[in-house]
Structures are given as structure tokens and as C-alpha cells.
């Protein structure tokens, strides 16, 4: 039985980008719905038919429900060992689960004032204290972990892993709003930028016409 990815609005939902991109870049094949966000309580209903949380990643695999995107990610690195979502070697391993659950639960102001809008033209914006410190610690991750794994190659850990696609939607967040960053991070955002799913995810999102005004007002 096929798994089953239970998406938002590809412009628009981070979270539901990071599992998708997780498992189109690990080979892991699975049959997608997208259900647009925002738009009314038959939308909500639809979700509500897959998870009880009512929310945007979902995964479905046979009997097993799987909500949000960490946890999705986890379900498959179990459910497919030799697809590599996590490092091999125990410390690295426990180095991007780490950074990968950073990710999850923080950086909260970055996302409130650079929301994920793939068709917002690029330009700069005046960022609060807090966002100005979520993008310095951001960018001391980035370059820590291609200062240590950099030798095994061009992503986080080397290999892709799971920690870059929990990261997958801040390389559009720094794209999207013009934010300077370092020589060593851009490379990484112009490797990211180059992953086969993350283009996927990216020109399929471009080609969506569904327009949430709470997103539009900058």
C-alpha cells in the first residue's frame, strides 16, 4: 500500500513543505493530496476525514495516521531505514535530529514577520530584533554544520538528510525577503535551491493561482 502526503497550498505552507521535500529528495514514493488552506469549512472538513488535528501535514500509510512534519519525517526514516533521512554515523545523527527540532519549535519571530510566499516579488524589509537574531542563529547552524560535515558533501550533513528539509522552507524565507547572509550560507541556499524536489516544490507553488490575503498584506 502507497503512502499518502496530505499537503497545503505549496505557495503558502512551510510545514507541509519540509516532508514533501524530505521524501521526494529520499526516493520514498507516495500519492499526494493538496487541500488549499483558508478557504472555508468544507476545506477543513476534508482535512478532518485524514487527521482529528485538523492541520496540514498528514501522512497516511494503511492504518496509521501520522500528523505533523517532524513526526512524519521520523514514521519514514523508520518505515524506510536505507533511505538515508538521518546521518549514519550516532553523533551526527543526534546533531541534525537536534538542529532538525530547533527548527520545529523556534525561531518563531523569523516566521510571523517573513511568512512563506513563494510569489512575493523579492525585496528587503525592515526585520525586528528577534527575527534579526532567528536569522543570526540560523545562519551560525548553517555554517557550523557545513564547517564539520562539508568533506562529505554539499548539504548540512553532507548527504542530503532530514535536517535539510526541515530547513527547506527558511532558504526561501532569506531568498524571498532579500536577507544578507554569509559566502558559506549562500552556497548552501544555491545547493538547496538546485535539489531536484526543492524545485519541484518551488515551480509547482509558482504555478498556483489560489491567493490568501492574510499572506498578501506584507
Not at 541534525?96 to 520545529?104: F, I, N
Not at 517573513?114 to 528577534?130: D, I, Q, T, Y
Not at 542530503?160 to 547572509?181: E, G, K, N, S
Request: with cysteine.
Amino acid at each position: 500500500m502507497s503512502l499518502t502526503l496530505i499537503i497545503g497550498n505549496k505557495n503558502y505552507s512551510s510545514w507541509s513543505m519540509r516532508p514533501w521535500v524530505a521524501l521526494r529528495a529520499a526516493g520514498i514514493a507516495f500519492d499526494e493530496v493538496l487541500i488549499p488552506l483558508y478557504t472555508g469549512d468544507a476545506d477543513k472538513q476534508r482535512i478532518l476525514r485524514y487527521t482529528r488535528s485538523g492541520k496540514v501535514p498528514a501522512l497516511v500509510d494503511g492504518d496509521v495516521t501520522v500528523w505533523d512534519s517532524l513526526a512524519i519525517i521520523e514514521y519514514a526514516a523508520e518505515r524506510f531505514p536505507d533511505a538515508g533521512l538521518w546521518p549514519a554515523e550516532r553523533a551526527a545523527r543526534a546533531h541534525a535530529r537536534a538542529v532538525s527540532a530547533e527548527m520545529h519549535s523556534s525561531f518563531m519571530a523569523l516566521r510571523r514577520e517573513c511568512g512563506m510566499n513563494l510569489h512575493r516579488p523579492v525585496r528587503a524589509k525592515a526585520l525586528s530584533a528577534e527575527a534579526t537574531a532567528d536569522v543570526a542563529r540560523i545562519q551560525e547552524i548553517f555554517t557550523d554544520c557545513r564547517a564539520r560535515y562539508g568533506q562529505f558533501g554539499a548539504y548540512l550533513f553532507g548527504p542530503f538528510t532530514a535536517a535539510d528539509a526541515m530547513y527547506a522552507p527558511v532558504i526561501h524565507r532569506l531568498r524571498t525577503y532579500a536577507i544578507p547572509v554569509s559566502a558559506p550560507v549562500r552556497a548552501y541556499m544555491e545547493t538547496m535551491q538546485a535539489l531536484p524536489a526543492f524545485r519541484a516544490w518551488t515551480e509547482a507553488g509558482l504555478a498556483e493561482t489560489v491567493l490568501i490575503e492574510r499572506f498578501e498584506n506584507d
